[in-house]
């Protein structure tokens, strides 16, 4: 995909990955870029500084998001590039309360099942379209300190890989972003303080991510991941499943300390 003359939605685009996305794809020539947040006096900020247009948007809602792709395709005629981009993390393992294991379902992998629910007819019916779904590298690996984030982002990777099999002859196309740690709000109040001081030595800012996903999406990749190092360590899991439990418990351990 060219970005130039694109129709392009971003949710979580008030700050972080988001924002950085919303701003490259408008330095892209995106025909328009559309800022969807649940922070509506952030999403109109961005939207002001790029010329956009901004949707206050919670994405846990589905009639959020129909509302959502019905405004843009109503300025616009089209959405060429849905990016899927909000996410939560909570602290926790199995006794996470039930509530908060439902909002994380609801941010990190019932928003991506609802975008494609509602922009997916349109784009097949075109006979063409994109589909962007931020999960992270806890989706191809796990995420030390929180379960539901680990989960929640597994369920992400295997929906956007289901889509991309599925509707790829009808002229849909589908990325998946798995970042490890991005210097945003999520990684500086990362709720287990170890890993997120881990994360933080290799961290990219959140500019270099979207960098990277101009790239992807050019080439129709389907898994995007900023910090290569990922292939090596998701290649290692296949090949070797014990061995890198037992480095994931090492690991683990050694961040307990920190």
């Given at each position: 995909?060219?970005?130039?003359?694109?129709?392009?939605?971003?949710?979580?685009?008030?700050?972080?990955?988001?924002?950085a996305?919303?701003?490259?794809?408008?330095?892209?020539?995106?025909?328009?870029?559309?800022?969807?947040?649940?922070?509506?006096?952030?999403?109109?900020?961005?939207a002001?500084?790029?010329?956009?247009?901004?949707?206050?948007?919670?994405?846990?809602?589905?009639?959020?998001?129909i509302?959502?792709?019905?405004?843009?395709?109503?300025?616009?005629?089209?959405?060429d590039?849905?990016?899927?981009?909000?996410?939560?993390?909570?602290?926790?393992?199995?006794?996470?309360?039930?509530h908060?294991?439902?909002?994380?379902?609801?941010?990190?992998?019932?928003?991506?099942?609802?975008?494609?629910?509602a922009?997916l007819?349109?784009?097949?019916?075109?006979?063409?379209?994109y589909?962007?779904?931020?999960?992270?590298?806890?989706?191809?690996?796990?995420?030390?300190?929180?379960?539901?984030?680990?989960?929640?982002?597994?369920?992400?990777?295997?929906?956007?890989?289901?889509?991309?099999?599925?509707?790829?002859?009808?002229?849909?196309?589908?990325?998946?972003?798995?970042?490890?740690?991005?210097?945003?709000?999520?990684l500086a109040t990362?709720?287990?303080?170890?890993?997120?001081?881990?994360?933080?030595?290799?961290?990219?800012?959140?500019?270099?991510?979207a960098?990277?996903?101009?790239?992807?999406?050019?080439?129709?990749?389907?898994?995007?991941?900023?910090?290569?190092e990922?292939?090596?360590?998701?290649?290692?899991?296949?090949?070797?499943?014990?061995?890198?439990?037992?480095?994931m418990?090492?690991?683990?351990a050694?961040?307990?300390?920190?």
């Amino acid at each position: 995909m060219q970005l130039a003359d694109q129709v392009v939605v971003v949710t979580g685009a008030a700050r972080g990955i988001g924002r950085a996305l919303a701003e490259r794809f408008a330095e892209e020539g995106a025909r328009a870029v559309v800022i969807a947040d649940l922070d509506a006096e952030g999403a109109t900020t961005v939207a002001n500084e790029i010329g956009g247009v901004a949707v206050p948007t919670n994405v846990a809602k589905e009639s959020d998001i129909i509302r959502l792709v019905q405004h843009a395709e109503r300025m616009f005629g089209r959405i060429d590039l849905f990016c899927s981009n909000a996410g939560i993390i909570v602290q926790g393992g199995a006794e996470v309360p039930d509530h908060d294991w439902q909002r994380t379902w609801e941010v990190n992998v019932g928003a991506h099942i609802y975008a494609a629910r509602a922009v997916l007819p349109g784009m097949i019916a075109r006979g063409g379209g994109y589909l962007l779904q931020t999960a992270s590298a806890a989706g191809l690996l796990t995420q030390i300190g929180s379960a539901p984030y680990s989960v929640t982002k597994h369920a992400a990777v295997a929906f956007a890989e289901w889509l991309a099999i599925a509707h790829y002859d009808q002229g849909i196309r589908v990325s998946v972003l798995c970042p490890q740690g991005v210097r945003t709000n999520m990684l500086a109040t990362a709720p287990h303080p170890g890993i997120g001081a881990l994360l933080r030595e290799t961290a990219l800012e959140p500019n270099q991510v979207a960098e990277a996903v101009v790239k992807a999406l050019a080439e129709e990749r389907f898994l995007i991941l900023p910090h290569p190092e990922v292939a090596n360590y998701f290649e290692r899991k296949a090949t070797d499943y014990e061995r890198w439990l037992r480095g994931m418990r090492r690991l683990q351990a050694a961040s307990s300390s920190l």
